[in-house]
Nanobody
Framework: QVQLVESGGGLVQAGGSLRLSCVASGYSFSMWMMGWFRQAPGNEREFVASIRPSGGITSYADSVKGRFTISRDNIQNTVYLQMNNLKPEDTAIYYC????????????????WGQGTQVTVSS
């Protein structure tokens, strides 16, 4: 069965960096677009970044452009999210997900989800 396992979250001061990883199994990883989403308490789950199967095309939410970088390793079946210059408003649970169909920035377009990893940014 499909499994997505995130890691790399933690507590960091504002201005710091974290690198999230998501290891996928149970399907042909290299064939599917992957996305990162986040959800803060009381908020809806929101799009952060996505990456096409080859890794050549990426998309970012405006709030993270220039600070976050999504990448993937199709040999290691892993997608990464490098987060730099973190801000307190980046505090959330971060989820990786596998795209199915539809709009690439909508959570409804993704069919498989990891359990999430907590990122907390202190001011």
């Amino acid at each position: 069965q499909v499994q997505l396992v995130e890691s790399g979250g933690g507590l960091v001061q504002a201005g710091g960096s974290l690198r999230l990883s998501c290891v996928a199994s149970g399907y042909s990883f290299s064939m599917w677009m992957m996305g990162w989403f986040r959800q803060a308490p009381g908020n809806e789950r929101e799009f952060v970044a996505s990456i096409r199967p080859s890794g050549g095309i990426t998309s970012y939410a405006d709030s993270v452009k220039g600070r976050f970088t999504i990448s993937r390793d199709n040999i290691q079946n892993t997608v990464y999210l490098q987060m730099n210059n973190l801000k307190p408003e980046d505090t959330a649970i971060y989820y990786c997900a596998r795209y199915a169909r539809g709009v690439g920035q909508s959570s409804r377009s993704y069919v498989y989800w990891g359990q999430g990893t907590q990122v907390t940014v202190s001011s």
